[in-house]
């Protein structure tokens, strides 16, 4: 015969066990005793363990007078078995039925609450029957207001619980602030909790590691390890877990494993941190023996495990081995699995098998945003543009347009920009507004990127004014598009902005700006760049350095360019072929092809660019033979295809040594329609060596092609002063006035000890005019004493040669140069060992002036460099 206390005993033992036999056995024998009544609340809690609330409340509907100890447990056998509705209907009734709840009611009703308006009342409830004194009742109110998002609610509701706090309690304090990002208050309230002399559980530590991953306090992390192995909760598998995911998303792979393999006992879950700290920090290869380990100790691995180990095998190029997990998981009819197909279609994606990564992507018969950004953003990478934008309004049109995030429009504005699609640009940007994605600095970059490469700085500036950003990488993008569209001075003005805001610049910003430096020939503002570079140990950065070499080079610093390029770590192509060019657009062309046979030499492809640098090299050194030999052998000795530049630079310098009718046939035999820069090279030639036809058949293409550049009009014009063909000239200078073309005044500046000094041709504004000129007449005694001759066929005033001579020896270049002259009195062509030191100390349009002069060693420059620079102009 079982005693009450042995039935009710045996029920609760029943219940967590769930032996829904042997527990129906009794409540059968209860019924054949008449002790139904009795045992009806065990039978509650029973039914309630075993996940049959339909029992559960057979047995209620049973009682002919429930008590509030029946109605709280038909409320917890509704709620536990994921019945919230009917939780809250059986509370209700409760309440309408004048039953008074208790402190075990309140806390089960509060995880069901649909909304914080609900949990409100329930907690107006609980203050007016004096339960929110409850602990546990306090602990589920702030549990509540946590999970509804007011955290500050909850922190009130805690902090009111004052003493009759609980482990329970702080730990719902510290979930609540990790569920709502606000990791460093988690951390805080823990150090409150350590303080107060309360000992934390596994939970606890569990919460607080999650927090010092959520914030990346790596310190903080170190010290509640400690903590937790010096209370002997490193061998709780959820705080071990917690521990090695925390090193393994802050990059510490080696702590992760340390934790990891001190576990007593590894689950699937602690596999899956580790693998995907690996993968997520490059250590693919690692990630993957990690693997071979986990199945070798017959640990079965899941969909989140495969999903990562499909990451490192695109990420090492283990294509064999994703195709067998692939196989695998199609065997194991896991394939339509999202975690795993987003896995498959990045690794497909990656290793270039695009039309294997859409199989994946339409077998899916669900796709979320993570698989359709996979597949665009593979797409974008492999340079399948049109596809992305495709992909991208299929998306829109199957109603996601409100849940793409900054991934998906990152890589649809890379397309858009390559594609240089101003409206699909001005579509994603009102997109980006619409969903309030303006503000994120990879949507911003993105927008800014896309719009300067469709020819539209103006919505590019417009969009960074308007984003406020004080981001450094929003900074570093519109510099980059400031001096990529000729921008060069805003560009310096914004990094001035950067530091006088405080933003620490790093490579990639400077590296912006040595380019802006270079596209101005800024050589001054390049140095104070170069020292930026070497107060935050930059100079060894591959980019950076790369750009100081183009921005020396550009500059005509010769000398800086080249210890630069010898300063480099390493040399890649980017690095030769910036040498290479600096040397032959400053008239080195035996010296660039030197070094571009060293560079082959030491095994370093070149690339289309140090080829178009190896053409001009050529050019500025007339060996013309040296040219068509690399120019023919292009495809079958460096595998690298003609392009129309190459065409360009073949045609100028067959052009410029007289073998116009080579370069026509050249133009004629082009696989692609000659452009305007092959046009100009033949109408550059054709005035040097007097073809008016050639010239005007020329013009007439370049008409049609840039119909507004005033420099077609004055090219032709010279060729036909040249030849002497004065009434065709005077045809041309007529059409430019029909026409409305309008050459500007050519303008020459320079800059000393901070300002700079303008001048036009004749000009005689400048207060040192007299200095000027008067310099200008006694270097041209010395000119004309070392045999100068004026080149004045080109001179488009129909007047004697004398008038001729004086008109271009005024012109803007010799006006500013003469100015640097006066201001530096060491020149001319015999000069001491102490004055050749101090000239190489001149800026580099005066040392270029003495070596091209007084050395004997002038060539033309023909590169479209600022006209500062323009040399040949200057020494005519």
Excluded at 52 to 64: G, K, M, N, T
Aim: with cysteine; proline share 3%.
């Amino acid at each position: 015969m079982r005693t009450p206390g042995t039935i009710g005993a045996a029920l609760a033992r029943f219940g967590v066990s769930r032996s829904l036999l042997a527990g129906a056995h009794l409540h059968s024998h209860l019924l054949k005793s008449g002790l139904l009544a009795v045992f009806s609340n065990h039978l509650l809690s029973f039914y309630s363990r075993c996940r049959l609330p339909s029992a559960a409340r057979a047995v209620f509907d049973e009682i002919p007078d429930p008590c509030h100890v029946s109605w709280s447990s038909l409320v917890t056998a509704y709620s536990n078995n994921g019945m919230p509705r009917d939780a809250l209907w059986a509370f209700r009734a409760m309440r309408e039925r004048g039953v008074p709840c208790n402190e075990f009611a309140l806390p089960v009703v509060l995880k069901c609450v649909p909304d914080v308006w609900f949990g409100a009342q329930v907690h107006a409830l609980a203050v007016a029957t004096r339960l929110v004194q409850d602990v546990f009742v306090a602990n589920a109110l702030v549990a509540m207001y946590g999970g509804f998002g007011m955290v500050d609610e909850a922190r009130r509701m805690f902090d009111e619980s004052g003493g009759e706090r609980n482990a329970v309690s702080w730990n719902g304090m510290i979930s609540a602030y990790v569920k709502n990002d606000r990791c460093r208050d988690a951390i805080g309230v823990f150090r409150e909790m350590v303080w107060s002399g309360e000992r934390p559980n596994e939970f606890g530590f569990s919460c607080v590691v999650n927090a010092c991953t959520g914030s990346r306090d790596w310190e903080t992390g170190r010290q509640v390890h400690g903590m937790v192995v010096r209370t002997g909760y490193d061998k709780d598998v959820f705080t071990a877990n917690a521990l090695v995911d925390m090193y393994s998303k802050l990059g510490d792979i080696e702590m992760a494993a340390v934790v990891f393999e001190k576990m007593p006992a590894a689950d699937v879950v602690s596999w899956n941190a580790l693998i995907a700290g690996c993968v997520t920090h490059w250590h693919d290869h690692r990630a993957l023996e990690l693997l071979l380990q986990m199945k070798s100790l017959g640990v079965v691995p899941n969909v989140f495990t495969l999903s990562s180990v499909l990451k490192a095998c695109a990420g090492v190029g283990a294509f064999n081995l994703g195709q067998q997990i692939h196989g695998f998981m199609i065997k194991a009819d896991a394939d339509s699995d999202e975690f795993v197909a987003v896995g498959l279609v990045d690794m497909y994606a990656k290793d270039g098998f695009l039309d294997d990564a859409r199989k994946v992507f339409d077998f899916m018969p669900r796709r979320d945003l993570i698989l359709w950004n996979a597949l665009i953003s593979g797409c974008s990478h492999d340079g399948r543009h049109g596809e992305v934008l495709s992909l991208f309004h299929r998306m829109r049109k199957e109603g996601l347009d409100l849940d793409v995030n900054r991934t998906t429009l990152a890589a649809v504005l890379k397309s858009t920009a390559s594609l240089e699609a101003i409206c699909h640009t001005r579509q994603v940007h009102a997109l980006a507004e619409k969903i309030g994605l303006l503000s994120d600095s990879h949507v911003i970059n993105g927008l800014i990127d896309s719009y300067w490469k469709c020819d539209r700085l103006d919505y590019a500036i417009k969009v960074f004014e308007e984003s406020c950003s004080d981001d450094i990488i929003s900074s570093t993008s519109m510099m980059t598009a400031l001096s990529q569209c000729d921008h060069g001075e805003d560009a310096i003005k914004l990094f001035v902005q950067m530091l006088r805001k405080g933003l620490e610049p790093d490579s990639f910003v400077l590296s912006s700006l040595l380019n802006a430096c270079a596209s101005l020939s800024a050589y001054e503002q390049g140095k104070q760049v170069h020292a930026h570079l070497i107060k935050r140990q930059f100079t060894s950065d591959v980019f950076a350095g790369n750009a100081l070499v183009y921005t020396y080079a550009k500059c005509g610093s010769i000398e800086d360019a080249d210890m630069a390029f010898s300063r480099l770590p390493e040399r890649g192509v980017v690095s030769w072929s910036a040498m290479i060019g600096g040397l032959a657009q400053h008239g080195h062309g035996k010296r660039a092809l030197e070094l571009f046979h060293r560079m082959l030499d030491e095994g370093v492809a070149p690339n289309n660019i140090t080829l178009t640098s190896v053409l001009s090299a050529c050019n500025h050194a007339g060996l013309v033979d040296d040219a068509k030999k690399y120019f023919e052998s292009m495809k079958e000795t460096f595998g690298i295809d003609r392009t129309e530049e190459h065409y360009a630079c073949m045609i100028d310098i067959l052009g410029r040594a007289g073998k116009l009718e080579d370069a026509l046939e050249l133009v004629n035999n082009m696989p692609f329609q000659a452009n305007a820069a092959v046009w100009g090279a033949l109408l550059g030639a054709s005035r040097v060596h007097r073809d008016p036809e050639l010239g005007r058949m020329a013009a007439e293409e370049l008409f049609t092609l840039e119909p507004e550049k005033s420099g077609t009009h004055v090219l032709l014009a010279n060729t036909y002063a040249s030849a002497g063909m004065w009434d065709e000239m005077a045809k041309v200078r007529k059409l430019m006035k029909d026409s409305n073309v309008k050459k500007e005044p050519a303008m020459s500046w320079v800059e000393i000890k901070d300002k700079v000094h303008t001048f036009i041709v004749g000009d005689k504004s400048h207060p040192r005019t007299r200095d000027i000129y008067g310099k200008l007449a006694e270097l041209g005694d010395l000119m004309n004493k070392a045999g100068y001759v004026p080149d004045v066929e080109v001179d488009l005033h129909d007047v004697d040669r004398s008038e001729k001579e004086l008109l271009l020896s005024h012109h803007s270049e010799r006006l500013a140069v003469m100015l640097m002259l006066d201001q530096h009195p060491i020149w001319g062509p015999n000069q001491s060992q102490e004055e050749s030191a101090h000239m190489q100390r001149l800026p580099c349009c005066i040392q270029v002036y003495f070596k091209d002069r007084f050395k004997g060693d002038y060539h033309q420059r023909y590169q479209p460099v600022p006209s500062f620079h323009r040399w040949d102009m200057f020494l005519r």
